[in-house]
C-alpha cells in the first residue's frame, strides 16, 4: 500500500522507514525548495501546538525548535543567536508573563 506525504520530514525517518520493512522514497531539495518546506513544516507543527496539550503540546513545541533552528542555519545563526535576539527584544519590551490582552488606545485630541 502506497501513501504520499510529500514534505519534508528528520533526517532519520527514511531509515526508521527501512526498518519497518517498507521503502521509502525520497529526493534532496534544493535550496529555495527546502526552506520553502521549513517554512510549511513550521506551519505544520503550529497548528500541531495548538491541537496537542500537556507532554505532547511540549514533543510539538520540541519539533518547532527544531525547526526553526533549521530556518535560523538559513540565516547564517544559530538556535542560540535566536534566543539571544529574543532576551534582548524581551528586554527592550518585556514578554508575555503578565497577560496584558490590550483592546485599544485612545489617542490624544
Known amino acids: 500500500m502506497e501513501r504520499i506525504y510529500n514534505k519534508l520530514v528528520r533526517d532519520n525517518i ?3 522507514i527501512i526498518a519497518n520493512e517498507e521503502t521509502p ?3 534532496i531539495l534544493a535550496d529555495e525548495e527546502y526552506k520553502k518546506s521549513l ?9 500541531e501546538v495548538l491541537d496537542s496539550e500537556g507532554s505532547e ?13 533549521s530556518l535560523a542555519a538559513l540565516e547564517n545563526t544559530t538556535l542560540e543567536g535566536i534566543v539571544e535576539l529574543a532576551d534582548e527584544k524581551k ?3 518585556g514578554g508575555f508573563e503578565k497577560k496584558i490582552f490590550l483592546e485599544k488606545v485612545i489617542g490624544k485630541e
Open 91 to 93: 528586554e527592550k519590551r
Open 25 to 27: 522514497v525520497t529526493r
Open 14 to 16: 527514511p531509515d526508521i
Open 57 to 69: 503540546r511540549c514533543e510539538e513545541l520540541a519539533d518547532m525548535i527544531e525547526v526553526i533552528r
Open 39 to 47: 517554512e510549511e513544516k513550521l506551519g505544520e507543527e503550529y497548528e
